[in-house]
């Protein structure tokens, strides 16, 4: 989608009153994003992003913006939430929850080098380093109870092959774990789109709507089936490589994790396959997006499953 | 001074290992600053601040550090101070206390015109209501009683008319005050040498190791002290009238404010001059920099007492 809810500038400065930025300059619609609307807003005090909050809930809210304050505080190229007057990050615009964060400098990275992978590997790893100190807790919401939810909503618009493929992982998915897998706060979607770059430099860590509590190798999963996959879905060794060689740098693999790492690409996969196909099969009203093509997460997938990369590479 | 604390790569590598800012890339020293030794250090993270505190004791430092945060929290251009990987923001490097906070872009504007008068008005009184939130607490060191002390360690090296211009200041700083006059935390130093623009615009408020708990007009007079006087120490009309006006078209004066406000700008210039004759008589064991003219403030002072501009411009 694009912008959802509009904006006149006179509420736009009506409600910046509650906030300590100065005058605005000048404000403009962001053409990005599927959950939430976003601005971009100019005031004397500098450039920010306003988010209006078209489905989170106002209660998630808190956790978000304070686990990207805690990021920021740490140094982290995170945007930094702004308190209003009264220190709340969370504001109601429109009847809707809302929020400004500083605006981060940088462009995303379609075609990453294996420079680039090495950089995101490193920023992986600090935040989930970071984040041993931040105290906030949500359970992940796209969790096994949601992926069999969804496959149950989407299967009967398959193919009979896809049908067997998604029943077969659910399976697997529901296999057990050994229980002292490290957890902690995740991003959860750290795709390239949400990442920005001024060249070799990452500037920039946006988006933080999906962030929980899951395990940490699940969100290497996740940030590896993205930055790492060749257009057939497919590793590219090279990527791969460097992506977690520089984030076991930061933080060193445990031998469970060794064990868990197929299931935890194949279940970083099958999230988004299943989000993907749900999107195109169901689009919410109003969506004036292109819907992302689920097939790049089932060749991701299917990848995987045939060919388990290790995770000591 | 410049850099009194010389730092290897190999201590700031370590040091820097109890953060979560990534690889050293490159650092080197400022030099600028009267009381600290500071350092530009860019890490794979982005480009920080190493402030080394060469006096300043470690148990205020948390109320500077906290109040940076809370400022640059509500969108304010202060620099937000790191947090190491337990959450501190103060360190000890080579037995003194230390901090990184994010470098902010910008330069001094030494020959401000009218405009600059009006962002730095408001941004003075933006901070003073964006404090009214903040609940540290911390008495000005450069009170009543510290006046006195300085008058008398300087008073033997000054001229007769010197003495007797000095005596009848702190004789007149001893008047009572309106109980009720606006107190709260202020920077207390916000020379133009502490506020960065890039073109018009305020990209960087620093060096709140003044900040403290006093009335809000004495900041205001400290402010309009060096941003409005020509070098005759008279008030530059045009820029004391911008940069008063927007103060209080985001805090209104009170009645009480402009009875007082002869008496504030007294005891602002009075401060400086006394700061600076300690400074000039009595210079530091390895001070390098160049000390700063105490008769500017002498100047200061003695238009202000012959020449009282008014609160409502």
Known sequence: MSVYTNIEQQELETFLKQYSLGALLSYEGINAGIENTNYFITTENGEFVLTIFEELKAEALPYYLTFMAHLSDHGMPTAHPIADLQGDYVRVLKDKPAAIVRRLEGQNVLEPTSEHCTTVGHALAQMHVVGESFSGALANPRDIAW???????????????????????IQYRKQPLASNLPQGIIHADLFRDNVMFMGQTLTGIIDFYYACNDYLLYDLAVTVNDWCSLETGTLNM????????????EREFQPQEIEAWEYMLRAAALRFWLSRLQDKIFPKDGEITHTKDPNIFKNILQSRINDVPSLNP
């Open 147 to 169: 992926s069999e939810k969804t496959a149950q909503r989407v299967l009967a618009q398959l193919s009979d092959e896809d049908q067997q493929l998604l029943k077969n992982e």
């Open 238 to 249: 090279d990527s791969y490589t460097a992506l977690l060689n520089a984030y076991c740098a």
